[in-house]
């Protein structure tokens, strides 16, 4: 893999992950790096990172978790604003950037208040300057002139038997992400929300995974599934009370735009969620996993799914840079100083591989000393796996082992499988997709059989 120094430019800290551009856009590369590109084919696909980037295939891209990746945005920033078309993007900011900013133009922070409240309160949720109702009108007038209310565009909504609901929102380069809003009776309405278009980590159970990784999302473009959510269907289902990053994408590659997002979310002045009810889920990232806990008060859940280094490393091949003992280990440590703090341990159920009375035994001891909840979840069945969910008796009885052991277990049945919104079925894989890995020996024969 050739690395190549990247020294010109404005936008290098907000880069884009494992997108692909034609040459002919790369206007403020350097003249040395730009003769280099013009060697390549028109459209090789190209991983950047800060100050660095790297050029790749498609099949190391989609094969190899990059967890040590800063990042960014994906768009334009000036004094740290982010920006769409010279436009100042609001819903990528916080509170106190967006009160700075508005003060830059010459108005007082109580107009930044004001517009905080019409963005992301009162049951307003404005996208455009002119549901600004109640502003100055020389202040909305510098609003339509410089900043820019909305990065996703509807394109569908399906739902399901039950109630789900599916999203489809298409962003400003044409991909397309989803985001779910799971009903409750009992009022306890979430939206499920995506932080990536694809995702790395390739787990193998996940129809995500098959698509690899397009790019990161930006602070925004999360806000504002959340607010859309509100926004399109609180008059039909009633308040959202919850918010899950559980969508397309390991959220913890996205660390620096999640971590805003999820500020954003819980402000007190405009969408206040609780931070015990916004859930940032990670497959096992361990150092950004630190820095979520010492700078967020979001709930964390973490997708465990095995009880040995062998299955996990091969149902989810970040183990294999971050294995049980280092990843359990680390939430003992961080957890000690967390007053009160359970994390959430979301375990996929697959017949014959994790769901053995050996399996349930196993994983209460790699629990022991952490505060904690399991979740144990059905498997979503989708095209092209081979895995097959677990029996309802079965579940039924690696539950009843983990209670009897004094672990506080839930249950998660499948909610809108029928229009593939469930766990792990969101996205839309190409041509190009994640390689299936192999599968180890002693479950040859169980999976051939459920097959």
Known sequence: MRR???SGGGSSNCALLGTT?????????????????KLLPSRTPIIFTTPHYRLVTAAQHSSTPQTNLSVGSGGDCRNGYPLKDSKVVLKGMRYTDLEKWVQSHGYRPAQALMLWKRLYGDNIWAQCSEELEGLNKDFRKMLSE??????????????????TKKMLFKLEDGLVIETVLIPCERGRNTVCISSQVGCAMNCQFCYTGRMGLKRNLSTSEIVEQAVLARRLLSSEVGPISN????????????IENVLKAADILVDEQG????????????SGLVPQL????????????????????????????INRK????????????????????KVLFEYVMLAGVNDSVEDAKRLINLVQGIPC??????????????????????IIEFRDILAEAGCVVLFRWSRGDDQMAACGQLGKPGEIQAPVLRVPSQFQAVLEAAA
Request: net charge positive.
């Open 4 to 6: 190549i120094r990247f």
């Open 322 to 341: 971050f294995n049980l003992n280092l990843l359990l280990g680390t939430l003992r440590e961080e957890l000690q100083s967390k007053h009160k703090y």
């Open 290 to 317: 630190k820095r979520f806990l010492r700078e967020s008060n979001c709930a964390l859940a973490v997708s465990l799914n095995a009880t040995t280094d062998e299955v996990r490393s091969w149902i989810m091949p």
């Open 243 to 254: 918010v899950v990053f559980m969508g397309m994408g390991e959220p913890l590659h996205n």
């Open 271 to 282: 969408l206040h969620f609780s931070p015990r009810k916004v859930t940032v889920s990670t």
């Open 373 to 394: 909840k399991i979740n144990l979840i059905t498997f979503n069945p989708h095209s092209g796996s081979f895995f097959k969910p677990t029996k309802k008796e079965k």
């Open 146 to 163: 410089h900043a820019e209310f909305k990065t996703l565009n509807l394109k569908d909504i399906l739902t399901a038997s039950d109630g």
């Open 21 to 37: 551009f034609p040459f002919s856009n790369y206007t403020n590369f350097p003249l040395k790096t730009k003769s280099f590109l």
